[in-house]
T-cell receptor, first 115, second 114 residues
Framework: NAGVTQTPKFRVLKTGQSMTLLCAQD?????MYWYRQDPGMGLRLIHY???????AKGEVPDGYNVSRLKKQNFLLGLESAAPSQTSVYFC??????????????FGSGTRLTVV | AQSVSQHNHHVILSEAASLELGCNYS??????LFWYVQYPGQHLQLLLK??????LVKGIKGFEAEFIKSKFSFNLRKPSVQWSDTAEYFC????????????FGTGTQLKVEL
């Protein structure tokens, strides 16, 4: 059971380039989330999804887009990367009826540097 | 907006010292509270959680936390820390009006020295 898998683990982008981060979970979780982690700021929610085909904005959505075409996958896109998007990105997932009891399961993170 | 706050940003302890990390949440009614740990270079792992019932909850690796509703607090404790407890600790909560999304505190970096 792999849990939550994020690819890639590391990436360096030039300003203005685009890329997609992939999150895959094999636990049949309904909810999926993308967070960014920055020093001294904790984890901030970028976008989330409560089911296949649905997405919603979180706390810091600007500059990012997401898609959830399949229940098990949640993609995070950067259309035109900026240095301010240098961060560690974490994907997480949860059951819809268990999130208050169990919290989330996290992926191992993607360290993105934009130069 | 509902929030979770951690006031200790960096803590340095010697092995065998006792640990208490503060966590407060803004009032809003029902809350579900969690502590996560992130070891260097790794993802967040659940340490313990409070859902309901006994306000003193015990987690993995000897950690415990006490939910004190009157103080809006959920402090993390461990009687005797080990070098392997060096990590970043995040308090998080699902707060009233926040849907089913976790709101995280800013984290506390704990360093345990030999």
């Amino acid at each position: 059971n792999a849990g939550v898998t994020q690819t890639p683990k590391f990436r360096v982008l030039k300003t203005g380039q685009s890329m997609t981060l992939l999150c895959a979970q094999d636990m049949n979780h309904e909810y999926m989330y993308w967070y960014r982690q920055d020093p001294g700021m904790g984890l901030r929610l970028i976008h989330y999804s409560v089911g296949e085909g649905t997405t919603a904005k979180g706390e810091v959505p600007d500059g990012y887009n997401v898609s959830r075409l399949k229940k098990q996958n949640f993609l995070l896109g950067l259309e035109s990367a900026a240095p301010s998007q240098t961060s560690v990105y974490f994907c997480a997932s949860s059951y819809s009826n268990r999130v208050r009891v169990d919290g989330y399961t996290f992926g191992s993170g993607t360290r993105l540097t934009v130069v | 907006a509902q929030s979770v706050s951690q006031h200790n940003h960096h803590v340095i302890l010697s092995e065998a010292a006792s640990l208490e990390l503060g966590c407060n949440y803004s009032y809003g009614g029902t809350v579900n509270l969690f502590w996560y740990v992130q070891y260097p270079g790794q993802h967040l792992q659940l340490l313990l959680k409070y859902f309901s019932g006994d306000p003193l909850v015990k987690g993995i690796k000897g950690f415990e936390a006490e939910f004190i509703k009157s103080k809006f607090s959920f402090n993390l404790r461990k009687p005797s820390v080990q070098w392997s407890d060096t990590a970043e600790y995040f308090c998080a909560g699902i707060l009233t009006g926040g849907g089913n999304k976790l709101t995280f505190g800013t984290g506390t970096q704990l360093k345990v020295e030999l």
